[in-house]
Structures are given as structure tokens and as C-alpha cells.
């Protein structure tokens, strides 16, 4: 069946810093690949996603690339804002079948 | 246009009553889903439907949880015998016809607290 495997947290990082989340999936197919983020107190929101391999979802700084061979959608961002800080979900979508979700990665980035 | 609207907000209710939560997908989405956050947590898939199809309820965890779509719109998770476990943040999402690929766009929850 399809999964989802990302880093675990929290992750504390200073303003500024280089962030990488890991994720990783098993999936039959050709699925669609998402990263949703949940600001404190807010509902989950789609940050970006990749439809098929090789592609790059970008958004607000934010960039994971669909790297089939190695079954990844990493998410980046280069400097990191306190602003930035908030739970991040990967997830997988398939054709015919259910969302599946990441457990959730938080990310406290301190001023 | 609308996004997807969840009521009420917050319930807290007694232990051992029924409770029912409503959603209101995006109008023209034919997918419709629930999921559970507990309190730091990830999210737990409930249920899901897809036009007039048989949803799939795999993810419901016990016979005291069912939901209904009426007229391929609204849907109300309702909960019965409510248990102090049951209090978590339910989640509605839903997302255009085609399945599983396509990007789900979620209601801000309701808040169940079970005392």
C-alpha cells in the first residue's frame, strides 16, 4: 500500500538558517506528491506539490523536487523566517485511492 | 468563492452523548473527506467519499463514528456514545473530481472536547 515517512521533529532552527525536511514515500503507480503546512492555530493549507517525476513545486521560498529514483520529496527553504514556523505534512495522492499523510514535522525557528 | 466551512467550531460535550459534525465541501468537489488530529498529532483518515460511490470507511475506528453525504454536498460525522478519546480536532477536506492526486483544500475544523 502507499506511505508516507517524513523526519521527525521538532525542528529548532535560527532565522536565517537552511532548512530540509525529509520525505519519503512507497506508492504504486504514478502518484502526486504534496507538502500542506498548519500555521498555529490554523487549518492546513497546500504549500506546493509535483505531479510527476523530475517536477519542482516551489512556493513562498519553499522547494521539493519529485525524485522518483530515490522515491523523495524533500522539502528546502534557504533562510527560514520566524513567520515560518508551523507543522509541515507530506503527503501522497493516487489516482483512485486516498490521501496518505506524513505524521507531521514542526518547525520552531527562533529570531 | 467559498472555501470548505465546518460547524460548530468547538463542542464540548458529556460523555456518552451524540454529537454531529457538519461539513461544506467547495461547491463542484465530488471528493469529500474526514480525518482526526489529535492534540499533536498527525492526521488519522475517518472516511471518504467520491461522487455516488460507496465510501470508504476503512478508516473509521469503531461502529460508534458513520457519516452521510447528502445530495453529494454536505456531510455530517456523527459520533455516537462519545468517549473522552474521541476529542481531537476533526478535519473536512475536499478536493475536484479524479481521485487521489488531486489537492485536497481543508475546512478549518471543529474542536471536540469530550468531558
Known amino acids: 500500500g502507499n506511505s508516507v515517512t517524513q523526519m521527525e521533529g521538532p525542528v529548532t532552527l535560527s532565522e536565517e538558517a537552511f532548512l530540509t525536511i525529509n520525505c519519503t514515500y512507497t506508492a504504486t503507480g504514478y502518484p502526486s506528491l504534496f507538502w500542506y503546512v498548519q500555521y498555529p492555530g490554523e487549518g492546513l493549507q497546500l504549500l506546493l506539490k509535483a505531479t510527476k517525476a523530475d517536477d519542482k513545486g516551489s512556493n513562498k521560498g519553499f522547494e521539493a523536487t519529485y525524485r522518483k529514483e530515490t522515491t523523495s520529496f524533500h522539502l528546502e527553504k534557504g533562510s527560514v523566517q520566524v513567520s515560518d514556523s508551523a507543522v509541515y505534512f507530506c503527503a501522497l495522492g493516487n489516482y483512485g485511492q486516498n490521501f496518505v499523510f506524513g505524521p507531521g514535522t514542526r518547525l520552531s525557528v527562533l529570531p | 468563492g467559498a472555501g470548505v466551512s465546518q460547524s460548530p467550531s468547538n463542542k464540548v460535550t458529556e460523555k456518552g452523548k451524540d454529537v454531529e459534525l457538519r461539513c461544506d465541501p467547495i461547491?463542484?468537489?465530488?471528493?469529500l473527506y474526514w480525518y482526526r488530529q489529535s492534540l499533536g498529532q498527525g492526521l488519522e483518515f475517518l472516511i471518504y467519499f467520491q461522487g455516488n460511490s460507496a465510501p470508504d470507511k476503512s478508516g473509521l475506528p469503531s461502529d460508534r463514528f458513520s457519516a452521510e453525504r447528502t445530495g453529494g454536498s454536505v456531510s455530517t460525522l456523527t459520533i455516537q456514545r462519545t468517549q473522552q478519546e474521541d476529542s481531537a480536532v476533526y478535519l473536512c477536506?475536499?478536493?475536484?473530481?479524479?481521485?487521489?492526486?488531486?489537492?485536497?483544500?481543508f475546512g478549518p475544523g471543529t474542536r471536540l472536547t469530550v468531558l
Open positions: 477536506a475536499s478536493s475536484l473530481a479524479g481521485g487521489g492526486e488531486r489537492e485536497q483544500f
Open positions: 461547491s463542484g468537489h465530488t471528493a
